[in-house]
Nanobody, 125 residues
Framework: QVQLVESGGGLVQAGGSLRLSCAASGSIFSIGRMAWYRQAPGKTRELVAAITSNSSPNYADSVKGRFTISRDNAKNTVYLQMNSLKPEDTAVYYC???????????????????WGQGTQVTVSS
């Protein structure tokens, strides 16, 4: 059973910072692209930032220069450092990953997409 577990959300004032973490656990063979998405009330889920397996990042225009995505492959963990937060950053943030499971006695599975349960980020003005 593979899980993505997020942590680090909370309430912060505008201009403040938060760091989100997402750890993948279970029988994992390899992890490819990892990403953070967010969904604000009444809006569709949107990509915030993504990072490839060799740590090449890309960002939504709305967060460039303020957010930094990184990963620790040894820990199967992705991070999102959020600085200069704005009220419009308020949303539920979801971790996303494409990974292959380790199948005992067989080897790697095909690629699957996984989502975390989400963590609330609230930025007050």
């Amino acid at each position: 059973q593979v899980q993505l577990v997020e942590s680090g959300g909370g309430l912060v004032q505008a201009g403040g910072s938060l760091r989100l973490s997402c750890a993948a656990s279970g029988s994992i063979f390899s992890i490819g692209r990892m990403a953070w998405y967010r969904q604000a009330p009444g809006k569709t889920r949107e990509l915030v930032a993504a990072i490839t397996s060799n740590s090449s990042p890309n960002y939504a225009d709305s967060v460039k220069g303020r957010f930094t995505i990184s990963r620790d492959n040894a820990k199967n963990t992705v991070y999102l450092q959020m600085n200069s937060l704005k009220p419009e950053d308020t949303a539920v943030y979801y971790c996303n990953a494409f990974l292959r499971r380790a199948l005992e006695g067989i080897g790697p599975s095909q690629w699957y997409e996984y989502w975390g349960q989400g963590t609330q980020v609230t930025v007050s003005s």
